[in-house]
């Protein structure tokens, strides 16, 4: 029997916690899933449709306010973690899943601005977890849809099933149209890096999490 984890899934928007990991949460339904979306809390429809997501993906969750302007004004580091601290519960995880350093197409600040705060957190032992999973996607730089990379060490092509439900989740229930950039970006594979201490993760902050 398959041992239950407990796993915190910390994302920048509601709707990436699908886009980017709800295969591998649709995989483990009886896992602990928490997942954290740090904006769109007084966005009363994008807040009211994370719910019913939380609900179809058996998850827990909550939400925070953390400014999301089209600007994308760049955020002091500490603001975001505090951000997260105030949202996360004081609990230890099997493993924390969240935005890479780089981001996940060119280019979301918001994404990468996460990611660096999460990695800080483990590294500062305020954030407990045995490990630490980032999503593993690119788009080229703009020249083809974002796509999991193969060269990440868990690369999963998802089931007919599961990739419907990813997409009926998007195009239903955050209700995108079927043919806005979120609809057309559904991955059916998913990959993820993996680190098991912070110094690896600080390693791969450092170099803008890129293949070295």
Do not use: C
């Not at 660096?116 to 590294?123: E, T």
């Not at 849809?145 to 989740?169: F, G, R």
């Not at 806005?180 to 902050?205: G, R």
């Amino acid at each position: 029997m398959e041992k239950v984890k407990s796993v915190v899934v910390i994302v920048a928007h509601p709707d990436d916690e699908t886009l980017w990991a709800g295969g591998e949460i649709r995989l483990h339904p009886s896992w602990n899933w928490f997942i954290i979306s740090l904006s769109r809390k007084n966005d009363i429809d994008r807040a009211s449709r994370f719910y019913k997501v939380l609900k179809e993906l058996n998850a827990k969750g909550i939400m925070g306010d953390l400014d999301d302007g089209p600007e994308q004004t760049p955020l002091d580091v500490t603001v975001l973690e505090e951000v997260i601290l105030n949202l996360l519960p004081q609990l230890p995880f099997d493993r924390i899943m969240t935005h890479n350093p780089n981001g996940e197409y060119t280019r979301h600040l918001r994404h990468e601005e996460t990611s660096k705060a999460v990695i800080l957190l483990w590294d500062e032992g305020k954030i407990l977890a045995d490990e630490l999973w980032t999503f593993a996607y690119d788009d080229g730089h703009k020249t083809h849809n974002t796509i999991a990379n193969p060269n990440a060490p868990v690369y999963n092509q998802l089931t007919e099933t599961i990739s419907l439900h990813k997409y009926n989740i998007i195009t239903n229930i955050y209700g995108f149209d079927t043919n806005s950039w979120e609809a057309k970006n559904t991955p059916t594979k998913e990959a993820f890096w993996q680190f098991s201490t912070p110094s690896d993760a600080m390693n791969w902050l450092n170099i803008g999490g890129v293949i070295a």
